[in-house]
């Protein structure tokens, strides 16, 4: 198992819906990260959280909105996606941004298709 | 351009067997270097972070090199188990100033046969 979880496993959503992904930690990690990875690609950069305040966005849709409620849990909300956005989405976290040799720990992913 | 680039794209071994994966980088400057395992439909699991003065490293059967000057470094898989059939991806970290980055490799395959 492991120590980033994340909720749900498989999501199957509309163009039009409107659904959220979460994501937990309990390491009290103060850096957590959304990726997101296309089959047989590596994991693509969303956005990183540094301290529940947002530091990197990189250049995502505003169909993707990032929130950071508390130093546990961060949410991806989805709204009006296209079928290009289907992939496995990744929560990461780490102890801070800053500290460069520490490791990214990684949730299971959230297997999104939108039809 | 900062780059990362992985070989074999994948490989098939036999279970008992040991096996070389290569990672080669061209990304400045450099931070550090990571590898990861994958398996399928998971997330990524760190497996090994070198830094500059770090030649080798392991973590059980998985031993990573790093030659800072030549920019290569090496996952060597000893006595090979079925579960370590995965994508093991090989990550660089840069840094300038506020800019930190992690460039990713594309992966090798590994298929561990009975």
């Known amino acids: 198992d492991t120590e980033v979880t994340q909720t749900p496993k498989h999501l199957v959503m509309g163009m039009t819906n409107k659904k959220s992904l979460k994501c937990e930690q309990h390491?009290?990690?103060?850096?957590m990260y959304w990726y997101k990875q296309k089959a047989k690609k590596p994991p693509e950069l969303m956005f990183v959280y540094s301290y529940e305040k947002l530091s990197i966005n990189e250049s995502v849709p505003s169909r993707f909105s990032p929130e950071c409620p508390n130093s546990s849990l961060l949410n991806l909300h989805l709204h009006a996606l296209q079928p290009e956005d289907s992939a496995l989405y990744l929560c990461a976290s780490s102890q801070g941004q800053g500290q460069s040799n520490q490791p990214q720990h990684f949730g299971d992913g959230t297997r999104l298709s939108i039809l | 351009k900062n780059q990362v680039e992985q070989s074999p794209q994948s490989l098939i071994i036999l279970e008992g067997k040991n096996c070389t994966l290569q990672?080669?980088?061209?990304?400045?400057?450099?931070?550090?270097l990571r590898w990861y395992k994958q398996d399928t439909g998971r997330g990524p699991v760190s497996l090994t972070i070198?830094?500059?003065s770090e030649n080798t490293k392991s973590n059980g059967r998985y031993t990573a090199t790093l030659d800072a000057d030549t920019k290569q470094s090496s996952l060597h898989i000893t006595a090979s188990q079925l579960s370590d059939s995965a994508s093991y991806i090989c990550?660089?970290?840069?840094?300038?100033?506020?800019?930190?980055?992690?460039?990713w490799g594309l992966g090798t395959s590994l298929g561990v046969n009975p």
């Open positions: 990672c080669n980088y061209t990304v400045s400057p450099f931070s550090n």
């Open positions: 070198m830094t500059f």
């Open positions: 390491m009290g990690h103060r850096a």
């Open positions: 990550v660089v970290r840069s840094y300038a100033g506020n800019n930190r980055k992690l460039i």
